[in-house]
């Protein structure tokens, strides 16, 4: 069965024929991909898409997280990590001291990124920031400094009265980097004003974005899937990032988020299948046609399912976290305490037959692991208690 689109019918035929060709498809096919096709139908295109793009190259970093408050002022109810200001004798508050310490503990590993992210809370402003990456730069210039969304950012710049163009300058020379995907949840207003009403809109979100993309820096995106959203809000979600990429061309990455259901307001919402979340990740590298990447956070989904979205369209799964984050095993997720060695992460691409290379955040290739032998290297066999399908 298909739908009317200027005159012609769209069937997964049609779709197919679009996406071998390289053509980009319509929100009206995307969504008909959301309501009508199966996994395999998105999984084979999705995959397609993938190989044309990186073959069987998969990437992953060595990164850490520093979650500098679980304080908020917001209340999103999806949220299971944040503390009410009234609450906050339950909470953590850092200090620039404490976070030196958390960020000085890795001085001799061969990390590359510290993903900063947290609660909003008022005293963290727009000079506390400053003082935070320039104090982590004079320290380790080289570390890549990942912090904050454009949550964050719309709060501080408004308390401070300037410009997000401004505030993203500031937050430029004191040492930012680049900016991870957080905050978008679901742009459309239907849904952000009853999941995540206080915070910045989903305009707001893509302003901030755009202004630092203006600045020649990059970014990822991420969307927030599996709730009360019905599949005609993702789409408009895709399409708006898809807009934006096409006029600045500053993502990096997209990150589909499966909603957890653990410890919030929203936990009487069944969480998506798994199937879902594939033909979620599927659709996504489907419709982003001018994104490079498609991550798989593995800390939310766990490891099997990470492994199996390497067939629907991802080619990144994140990196090594080193039990640095609460965000998702707060909410549920099946990492209690993510950790992966970069061994383990190496041997779980390479036992669903992909490549695996060790990235910075930029994409730049640190270390190519094609060459190790996974069936010949004892340290490697059996890591993980899986099948090799090649080596
Ligand atoms: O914005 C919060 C999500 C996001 C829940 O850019 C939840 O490389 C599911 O954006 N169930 C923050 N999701 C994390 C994030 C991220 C993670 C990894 C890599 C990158 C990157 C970005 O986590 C929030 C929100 O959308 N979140 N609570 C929950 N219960
Ligand atoms: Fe605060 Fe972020 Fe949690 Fe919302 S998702 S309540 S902004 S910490």
Redesign the pocket.
């Known amino acids: 069965m298909g739908e009317r689109n200027a005159g012609n019918m769209i069937t997964i035929d049609s779709i197919n024929q679009k996406v071998g060709r390289g053509e980009r498809i319509t929100s009206e096919e995307g969504l008909y991909l959301y309501e009508n096709a199966s996994l395999g139908q998105v999984g084979k295109l999705a995959n397609l898409i993938r190989e044309r793009l990186h073959g069987d190259r998969t990437y992953f970093n060595r990164n850490f997280h520093v979650e500098p408050t679980n304080v908020c002022i917001y209340t999103c109810s999806?949220?299971?990590?944040s503390r009410l200001i009234k609450e906050r004798s339950d909470g953590w508050e850092y200090t620039h001291d404490d976070i030196m310490e958390m960020v000085k503990k890795y001085d001799h590993e061969p990390v590359t990124e510290v993903?900063i992210?947290g609660g909003v809370l008022p005293q963290y402003d727009v000079r506390w920031y400053e003082r935070l990456f320039q104090a982590i730069k004079a320290h380790r210039p080289e570390l890549h400094i990942?912090a904050l969304?454009p949550v964050e950012y719309h709060y501080i710049f408004k308390k401070e009265k300037i410009s997000y163009a401004e505030g993203m300058r500031r937050m430029k020379t004191a040492g930012l980097d680049s900016m991870?995907?957080?905050?978008?949840?679901i742009f459309h207003p239907e849904i952000r004003e009853e999941i995540a009403g206080d915070k910045c809109t989903g305009e707001q979100w893509l302003d901030i974005h755009q202004e630092w993309h203006l600045l020649g820096q990059r970014s990822?995106a991420?969307m927030?899937y599996g709730h009360i959203e019905r599949f005609e809000h993702r789409i408009d979600h895709l399409d708006k990032l898809r807009s934006l990429q096409d006029e600045t061309g500053g993502f990096q990455?997209m990150?589909p988020?499966?909603?957890?259901n653990k410890g919030?307001h929203m936990a009487h919402v069944p969480e998506s299948t798994t199937v879902e979340d594939l033909r979620n990740y599927a659709i996504s590298r489907i419709y982003l046609d001018n994104f490079k990447h498609i991550?798989a956070?593995w800390p939310?989904i766990g490891r099997e399912t990470a492994q199996l979205s390497l067939a629907f369209g991802v080619n990144d799964i994140?990196g090594t976290i080193d039990d640095t984050t609460k965000?998702?095993s707060m909410?549920g997720a099946e990492e209690q305490a993510p950790s992966m060695s970069t061994r383990e992460l190496v041997a779980l691409i390479k036992s669903v037959g992909r490549h695996p290379i060790e990235r910075n955040t930029l994409y730049d290739v640190i270390k190519d692991y094609d060459e190790v032998k996974f069936e010949d290297d004892e340290e490697f066999r059996g890591y993980l208690d899986l099948p090799v399908v090649n080596g």
């Open positions: 999806f949220c299971s990590y993903h992210v990942k969304t991870p995907g957080g905050g978008a949840e990822n991420t927030l990455t990150i988020l499966k909603f957890r919030n991550k956070y939310m994140d965000i998702y909410a």
